[in-house]
């Protein structure tokens, strides 16, 4: 089947406005990650769902970032006011849970904030 | 101090060399996972061990629970292997992955 997507793929954004990323899981699959990846730098941990349930959201950088999976599906990552400091490749992993620890990675949504 | 190291950062080799990529962490974990990334394109998974050591293809993963560390090595290496290696662990099941800071691979003909 279908692998993890991300939508867009790049987005230019200028500073002050907001943006959304979105992410579809691998179906069936429960759990959800959100990382920041910095240029030359491994990817961050964000947030985390399992479900709809956000259980641990201690990654986001600041009240500008927001994530929510309401109907424990797609995903979106929300970021307002951005800031330079934003720009990064956000990237969402989805994987089976309990059994199941291996994550799936999505190609990432590239921000530049301008 | 980084939770996840990894060396070398950087890493040239000639196509056919033996290679090895080490990671060492500070607490214990639930898993460690070795991650390929091309340039421009996502991360895929390689390796999630917790305990020995694993193979696939030309792909080697080893882990050392009391020491700590693991390594990735790549036997006759190619240059399609050029790539970002990284090293990243978890600590409970289904867990937020804590990532190294990658070692970027080149392989030369």
């Known amino acids: 089947g279908a692998g993890v997507s991300q939508s867009p793929r790049y987005k230019v954004a200028k500073r002050g406005q907001d943006v959304a990323l979105r992410c579809d899981p691998i179906?069936?699959?429960?759990?959800l990650f959100w990382y920041q990846q910095a240029l030359g730098q491994g990817p961050e941990f964000l947030t985390y769902?399992?479900?709809?349930?956000?259980?641990?959201k201690s990654g986001l950088p600041s009240d500008r970032f927001f994530a929510e999976r309401p109907e424990g599906s797609v995903s979106t990552l929300k970021i307002q006011r951005t800031q330079q400091e934003d720009s990064a490749v956000y990237l969402c992993?989805?994987?089976?849970?309990?059994?199941?620890?291996?994550?799936?990675f999505g190609p990432g949504t590239r921000l530049t904030v301008t | 101090k980084n939770e996840v190291e990894q060396s070398p950062q950087n890493l040239t080799a000639q196509e056919g060399e033996f290679i090895t990529i080490n990671c060492s962490y500070s607490v214990g974990i639930s898993a460690l996972h070795w991650l390929q990334q091309h340039p421009g394109g996502g991360i895929v998974s390689l390796f999630m061990l917790s305990s020995g050591k694993k193979k696939h293809g030309r792909l080697i993963a080893t882990i050392n629970i009391q020491e700590k560390h693991s390594s990735l090595h790549i036997t006759a290496s190619h240059p399609r292997d050029s790539a970002v290696y990284i090293c990243a662990v978890s600590y409970n099941q289904g867990g937020k992955l804590i990532f190294g800071q990658g070692t970027e691979l080149s392989v030369k003909p």
């Open positions: 769902f399992q479900n709809e349930a956000q259980l641990d």
């Open positions: 179906s069936g699959h429960v759990s």
């Open positions: 992993a989805s994987s089976l849970e309990e059994t199941y620890y291996e994550q799936y």
